[in-house]
């Protein structure tokens, strides 16, 4: 696509790609989970790319080890388990750092960065009765939160938000991803028909915010290592980190907030059901 503009790249691959997720999404089961562990085993290359200077080498086989083993575990065993294996791998990467003495504070984020993301939307999704209609409205609430940030950023402009992080988002910004991640939880709320519709779109302008925080910390690791892609594997958008930076905070928030009020028995309930 190199002889193509950036835009028609962006358009390009977002309709390749698109259709693509959303079947995945929708058909559930291992054609859902396999494409979330193969999303991860790209950030694990992207990661160490990005961080070690070198995206083949015993980093990435770590990572990657600790992505495709959650991610397998969190489609087939209890939820304890799933966590148990990934502090496994998170204990062998921060020990493989200290014998090697260097990069250990990377070390110790890698693993909890990727691997919480993958678990938390297979997870999400493995819900009988909610899983299809969480992971539908998590996605509509990072498309809304990143459409009406952009827009109402650009209209508005104001103070920034990050400025040495992400000096193109502002507060003004944030106040749009907010708004529009909030009618998503309106209009879920009122298609579901049960809980509180005022209490989705706090929750859902929450995780506009916590989407937001994403996006901002993964341009501090990009900043932080002098690289403006952590890839270049989707034409016009960068790497999947770039893409997805917002959708896997959101996806940790959805989980541990959705478990909390489950009381541990279904965390799409209790985070759609409010």
Not at 30 to 43: E, F, P
Not at 182 to 210: C, K, N, P
Request: glycine fraction near 12%; proline fraction near 4%; aromatic fraction near 8%.
């Amino acid at each position: 696509m190199a002889d193509l503009s950036p835009l028609r790249q962006r358009v390009v691959s977002a309709a390749v790609l698109l259709p693509v997720a959303v079947a995945a999404v929708w058909l559930g089961g291992w054609a859902y989970a396999g494409l979330v562990i193969v999303a991860g085993a790209l950030m694990a290359w992207e990661w160490a790319r990005m961080v070690y200077g070198r995206p083949w080498g015993v980093e990435m086989a770590l990572l990657a080890g600790a992505v495709v083993s959650t991610g397998v575990a969190a489609m087939i065993v209890p939820v304890a388990y799933v966590f148990v294996l990934a502090t496994v791998f998170w204990g062998a990467a921060v020990a493989f750092a200290a014998v090697a003495r260097r990069d250990l504070v990377w070390h110790l984020l890698a693993t909890p960065y990727i691997c919480l993301p993958i678990v938390a939307l297979i997870l999400l999704r493995r819900d009988p009765d909610l899983g299809l209609a969480v992971i539908l409205w998590l996605f509509c609430v990072i498309w809304a939160t990143d459409i009406c940030a952009y827009f109402t950023g650009r209209t508005l402009g104001g103070p920034k938000l990050a400025p040495r992080a992400s000096p193109n988002k502002t507060w003004s910004g944030l106040a749009g991803g907010v708004v529009g991640a909030a009618a998503v939880g309106v209009a879920t709320a009122m298609i579901l028909g049960q809980g509180s519709v005022v209490a989705l779109a706090a929750f859902s302008g929450a995780l506009a915010v916590a989407g937001q925080g994403g996006d901002i910390a993964e341009s501090a690791i990009k900043r932080r290592f002098g690289v403006k892609d952590s890839s270049k594997l989707i034409p016009g958008h960068g790497g999947v980190m770039d893409r997805v930076d917002g959708l896997v905070a959101a996806a940790v928030v959805a989980l541990a907030v959705g478990w909390l009020r489950s009381g541990g028995q279904s965390a799409a309930h209790g985070a759609l059901v409010w």
